[in-house]
């Protein structure tokens, strides 16, 4: 298991306003252009611990139905958080529209999930594996399972009885390990 905590959350402008065009969100008219957006992204990434714990499961394990949809070689659990410092960044910046909050979640939770996939693709390559699509865990009960799995709380992450991560900005994810296919050329 590898705990990664404190990296440089990298949060992309043109990324932020793509989603928050995908979801109806209009940043000229709520006072964020360009320059504006950059700096709130800047005190967002300042203000949240950015934490990921990963592991990857050989192919006999008792947990596979329930975490990994595609059958492989091996899959990786990834769990990802923003820490406790979101809710208050969130409530620093009164001036944002509601409904860009779930954009920034989102994002900075994807990038997170990106950092850890993209060493775990490092991994896999060199087992000549290649990684599944990401394949995002919802489910109450797999998200305990994958909580219990990668010890949470070493990044302060839980799964109440009620089925949901906390902190809320946190997320949990699943790749397959599949074998490369070999190409066939000619002789």
Same mark, same amino acid.
């Given at each position: 298991?590898?705990?990664?905590?404190?990296?440089?959350?990298?949060?992309?402008?043109?990324?932020?306003?793509?989603?928050?065009?995908? +979801?109806?969100?209009?940043? %000229?008219?709520?006072?964020?252009?360009?320059?504006?957006?950059?700096?709130?992204?800047?005190?967002?990434?300042?203000?949240?611990?950015?934490?990921?714990?990963?592991?990857?499961?050989?192919?006999?394990?008792?947990?596979?139905?329930?975490?990994?949809?595609?059958?492989?070689? +091996?899959?990786?659990?990834?769990?990802?958080?923003?820490?406790?410092?979101?809710? =208050?960044?969130?409530?620093? %910046? *009164?001036?944002?529209?509601?409904?860009?909050? =779930?954009?920034?979640?989102?994002?900075?939770?994807? %990038?997170?999930?990106?950092? +850890?996939?993209?060493?775990?693709?490092?991994?896999?390559?060199?087992?000549?594996?290649?990684?599944? =699509?990401?394949?995002?865990? *919802?489910?109450?009960?797999?998200?305990?399972?994958?909580?219990?799995?990668?010890?949470?709380?070493?990044?302060?992450?839980?799964?109440? %009885?009620?089925?949901?991560?906390?902190?809320? +900005?946190?997320?949990?994810?699943?790749?397959?390990?599949?074998?490369?296919?070999?190409?066939?050329?000619?002789?």
């Amino acid at each position: 298991m590898r705990k990664i905590k404190g990296f440089k959350l990298v949060l992309r402008p043109h990324e932020v306003k793509r989603r928050a065009k995908k +979801a109806r969100v209009d940043l %000229e008219t709520a006072g964020l252009p360009d320059p504006a957006l950059a700096k709130v992204l800047d005190r967002l990434a300042k203000g949240v611990v950015p934490a990921v714990l990963f592991d990857t499961f050989g192919h006999p394990d008792p947990d596979q139905p329930l975490l990994s949809p595609l059958p492989g070689l +091996a899959y990786s659990l990834i769990l990802a958080t923003l820490g406790d410092g979101f809710g =208050p960044a969130r409530a620093a %910046e *009164t001036s944002l529209p509601e409904g860009l909050w =779930p954009v920034l979640e989102e994002t900075a939770l994807d %990038e997170c999930v990106r950092f +850890a996939s993209g060493l775990l693709a490092d991994e896999a390559e060199k087992d000549n594996c290649e990684l599944s =699509p990401i394949t995002a865990l *919802t489910a109450g009960e797999a998200l305990a399972c994958a909580v219990r799995k990668l010890s949470g709380d070493k990044i302060g992450v839980s799964c109440p %009885e009620t089925g949901d991560l906390s902190p809320a +900005a946190s997320c949990a994810v699943s790749l397959s390990w599949l074998a490369k296919s070999k190409a066939k050329g000619r002789k």
